[in-house]
């Protein structure tokens, strides 16, 4: 049987939509509505900018940290997707613990993300292996738009720390199944528990049908099925690799898990028929436990506190990981019963978050590069390219390498992607770049090639003008140092500013501001948050 | 052998800041030593060099590796199957796919061989995850996140003599099988494209002046030492690119143009040590001739190409290239003139100096089938294994994990 075969199938189409025309509009409509928002937003700021300018230019920012920005800039890096002139001003005069009060409150919200139309389903009749792969190909372009509507809702969403936190889930329950419907639904799924409940949010995805589909997919284990499932819960989402768990434990968990399956709707599904209801003995206990049980087995070890925090350290803390506050934090964790928001907030007081040695200390990665642009200067980009981008700086969302996700920390870095971190400041300012190529889908045919064999160009839109609004009024030598204090966190003093004045054009002020911002993102200290 | 003169390396740190290339003990000292360097490092490679060329896609090894004197071939393919009188012979038994004419002369010339039934247990018939696992030389239940020629970069590579460009991938994104624990390989699909960094002034005063800070962030560091050696093997690959561009007729497709980059950058004096290329489309669930064979052909000129041009300037006895896909593809046809996702596959080397030519071991066996797909009696590790040491002189122990058989073909 092939692989693509084997996997329970659902008829998918999409109603309404007769044409590729037909759906490239549908999701201009949301776009620019979602643009249409965001500006009205910012022309509301403009009054209190104005007021709040001088106090906000004249804030001495000094104290424990090793860069001129206080606290403000370090967490808005880490709760949300970097500093705005909108968020600056907005959290001017406000204390620490406010602000962070109110980054939570601003997450309190959940929206769903209802990008895919549902699909029609129809109970009866099989989809043949043909159709199948054509059902793959098209879910592709689907989940390419999803992962478009996923970005541009990051770069505009109010509830920015949620949307970080449904990064992390998505990387931590790395799925990354054709079907895209199934990626949506599971998409949702990380959103609505991203700062509520861990365990609630591991049964749920435990159900989930993309997660279900992307294991079976990745097994194709006949007698099985769910014996991989077993694994990747212990080894990926709870205890980590090699703490706590036999290869016996898998075993007899697995049984647990037998039955829980997908429907022909593409909803979860719980074939009794299918279910082992012996007895299982699993960490040294014996009883005819179900999947439920395993998972409240699991939750109910402390470990898996702890290979979350860690996880969770990594990637909002420290890309080094200091394993004492790692356990202080999982104990909180753990008593709290896997109280997300709970963990989030006591990370984001804890004086040691603000401690340099912390500052600067994670690599951003490639989506997040991607949003910080989006929120400086509003870049686009034809969709191919924004894809393709994605693709060589080594993160393209709803694609992980595998279920172990992204190793996140300086994997993101190699010599292709770093170069193209660099060079992206100046192809802004270029309005475009060389195209960037994304290998093929495995399933893609070989496309006859073109006789002309030049470097294709390829347009970059941006638009700077809530950036240059935010620094009009600083005088001319200042605005390097004001560049310097607003994108970077890290310490700056090894930073050549004779050679990055060397990229300025002072033609005008608006020149000036625009090429010193490209000029310092080209530092390498911009790839850190 | 150097292949890499001092001329070449006075250029390079004029460029550079030398400081960065040499460990402490040497710092400051004269150019001899540099040289002495030089020698260090190139001990642990032998001027032998690997192109690793990747079919993604699944690419249907009996149609391409045809084993015409099997009645089950035939029986199981009574439309996609290729006749009997149609095929390129290369025994009695086997013959290659009609269209790749270049690929059966290299073999007339001893210069090709291919390995049959080549896989590993509890195969996976996914894309992704069986790609993974040849990438990174797991097992088929781990889930490793660096690649094997990654590693073979630890394995050679010091911090202090960081040369990435020893493993290059030509493609816009980079792959898991070039990333290591320490080292990254580099990926570009031309080094021309390097230039978008050696051509901008204010990256290259900031490569140029990388001097270590025992102050810094040590992820800044990071990232300008990364920075530094990028530039250094940027400067160096667009410098080899220009030395002896190659005269053969590369096809015209992408994966010409990557070999043709290939070639040059060997003829150029690269010390790369392993290329790494891939050539997609071979998922023929559908109307699989015509596909695969466009491909094939696309395959059979470039590597007459690059014998061509290789043997010309007498690097072909250095050169081996290995070419595998990520699973071959079921025994039996499907109901639209193609083939589904299957197991074991062919592995195929081309090269001056093989040890054996032709077919290197017993035919698949297509009576005993696992649930219709080939068992492999080859594992790819051992294949890894093999390449490592015997051509690239490497203990293939630390690269892959653990010992694996050793073959003999080369």
């Known amino acids: ?529 | 052998m150097a292949a890499y003169s001092r001329k070449d390396f006075l250029r390079l740190t004029a460029l550079a800041s030398a400081s960065m290339m040499i460990p402490k003990f040497l710092r400051g000292a004269d150019l001899q030593s540099e040289d002495i360097l030089n020698q260090l490092f190139l001990s642990k490679t032998n001027g032998k060099r690997l192109i690793v060329v990747q079919f993604s896609g699944g690419n249907d090894g009996l149609n391409m590796v045809i084993p015409y004197g099997d009645d089950q071939y035939h029986s199981n393919r009574p439309t996609v199957g290729i006749k009997s009188a149609e095929v390129l012979k290369i025994n009695d038994y086997f013959g290659f796919n009609p269209i790749m004419k270049g690929v059966s002369d290299l073999h007339q010339s001893g210069h090709f061989a291919v390995l049959n039934a080549v896989g590993y247990p509890n195969p996976n018939r996914s894309h992704f995850r069986s790609m993974d696992i040849w990438h990174s030389a797991s097992d088929e239940d781990q889930y490793i996140q660096t690649g094997w020629v990654g590693r073979w970069l630890d394995a050679c590579c010091s911090e202090e003599n960081a040369r990435p460009h020893l493993a290059l991938e030509i493609d816009d994104a980079m792959s898991i099988a070039i990333k290591g624990e320490r080292m990254k390989g580099i990926a570009t699909r031309n080094p021309k494209r390097m230039k978008l960094l050696t051509g901008d002034p204010l990256l290259m005063k900031i490569a140029n002046d990388y001097t270590h800070h025992e102050s810094e962030h040590q992820l800044v560091d990071y990232l300008h030492k990364t920075l530094a050696e990028t530039s250094q093997s940027a400067t160096y690959l667009i410098d080899k690119m220009k030395n002896a561009p190659s005269k053969s007729v590369y096809p015209q497709h992408a994966f010409g143009k990557q070999m043709k980059v290939i070639a040059d950058l060997i003829l150029g004096g690269s010390e790369t040590v392993i290329y790494y290329v891939s050539l997609p489309g071979f998922d023929t669930h559908a109307g699989q001739n015509n596909q695969q064979n466009r491909l094939l052909g696309v395959y059979s000129n470039a590597m007459e190409a690059l014998a061509k041009d290789l043997k010309q300037a007498g690097l072909w006895n250095d050169t081996l290239v290995m070419t595998f896909s990520e699973f071959g593809r079921r025994v039996k046809q499907n109901a639209s003139q193609g083939t589904d996702h299957g197991t074991a596959n062919a592995v195929m080397f081309a090269g001056g100096a093989l040890r054996k030519s032709g077919v290197l071991n017993d035919a698949p066996d297509l009576l005993n089938l696992d649930e219709g797909d080939i068992k492999h009696t080859v594992d790819f590790r051992q294949v890894y294994a093999t390449v490592l040491q015997n051509w690239l002189g490497t203990d293939p122990e630390i690269v892959l994990g653990r010992k694996f058989g050793m073959l003999d073909f080369v």
Request: aromatic fraction near 10%.
């Open chain 1, 1 to 529: 049987m092939s692989q693509v075969e084997s996997v329970t199938i659902f008829n998918y189409q999409t109603p309404n939509v007769k044409s590729e025309n037909g759906s490239k509009m549908e999701r201009a409509t949301r776009i620019s509505g979602r643009r249409r928002i965001s500006a009205s937003l910012s022309y509301n700021r403009q009054k209190i900018f104005m007021v709040l300018y001088l106090e906000v230019f004249s804030h001495k920012q000094t104290g424990t940290m090793s860069n001129q920005g206080g606290f403000l800039n370090h967490l808005l890096q880490r709760a949300a997707f970097g500093v705005t002139p909108e968020l600056e001003n907005r959290f001017a005069r406000i204390e620490r613990a406010q602000v962070v009060d109110e980054l939570f409150r601003d997450s309190s919200v959940i929206q769903d993300l209802l990008y895919l139309p549902k699909p029609d389903t129809n109970d009866k009749g099989e989809v043949g292996p043909v159709k199948t792969l054509l059902l793959v190909i098209k879910s592709q372009k689907e989940k390419d738009e999803l992962n478009l509507a996923w970005i541009d809702r990051m770069a505009v969403a109010k509830a920015a720390l949620r949307e970080k936190m449904t990064l992390f889930w998505h990387n931590h329950f790395a799925t990354g199944t054709p079907f895209a419907w199934l990626m949506q639904v599971q998409h949702n799924t990380l959103r609505k528990h991203a700062l509520g409940n861990f365990g609630d949010m591991l049964h749920d995805i435990s159900r989930d049908p993309a997660m279900i589909a992307w294991l079976n997919n990745q097994q194709n284990k006949k007698n099985a099925p769910n014996e991989n499932f077993a694994r990747e819960v212990m080894e990926l989402f709870t205890l980590g690799e090699g703490n706590g768990y036999t290869e016996n434990d898998i075993k007899e968990a697995a049984r647990a898990f037998t039955g829980w399956s997908v429907n022909q709707k593409g909803e979860y599904e719980f074939n009794a028929k299918q279910h082992d209801d012996g007895f299982k003995t699993v960490f040294g206990q014996t009883g005819n436990y179900n999947g439920n049980d395993i998972i409240d087995m699991l939750l109910a070890k402390r470990q898996t506190a702890v290979y979350v925090c860690r996880k969770i350290y990594r990637t909002f803390v420290n890309n080094e990981v200091n394993e004492n506050r790692v356990e202080e934090l999982a104990s909180r964790f753990f008593s709290s019963k896997y109280d997300i928001e709970d963990l989030m907030r006591t990370i984001f007081n804890s004086e040691w978050f603000y401690a340099p040695e912390n500052v600067g200390s994670i690599i951003v990665s490639p989506v997040e590069l991607i949003v910080k642009y989006k929120k400086l200067c509003k870049i686009e980009l034809e969709d191919e390219q924004m894809l393709a981008l994605q693709h060589v700086l080594g993160q393209t969302l709803f694609s992980p390498p595998n279920v172990a996700g992204w190793k996140g920390g300086k994997s993101w870095i190699d010599s292709n992607s770093l170069i193209q971190r660099l060079h992206m400041p100046k192809s802004v300012l270029d309005a475009g770049t060389a195209r960037l190529y994304r290998k093929p889908a495995f399933e893609e045919k070989d496309k006859p090639q073109k006789k002309k064999d030049k470097e294709e160009r390829v347009k970059i839109k941006s638009d700077w003008t809530d950036m240059v609004k935010h620094m009009k009024q600083i005088p001319e030598d200042k605005i390097t140092a004001e560049c310097l204090r607003f994108l970077l966190v890290s310490d700056t003093s090894h930073i050549n500013i004779s050679e990055l004045e060397k990229e300025v054009d002072k033609s005008n002020k608006e020149r000036q501001i625009i090429t010193t911002l490209c000029a310092v993102m080209q530092f390498p200290e911009f790839q850190l948050m």
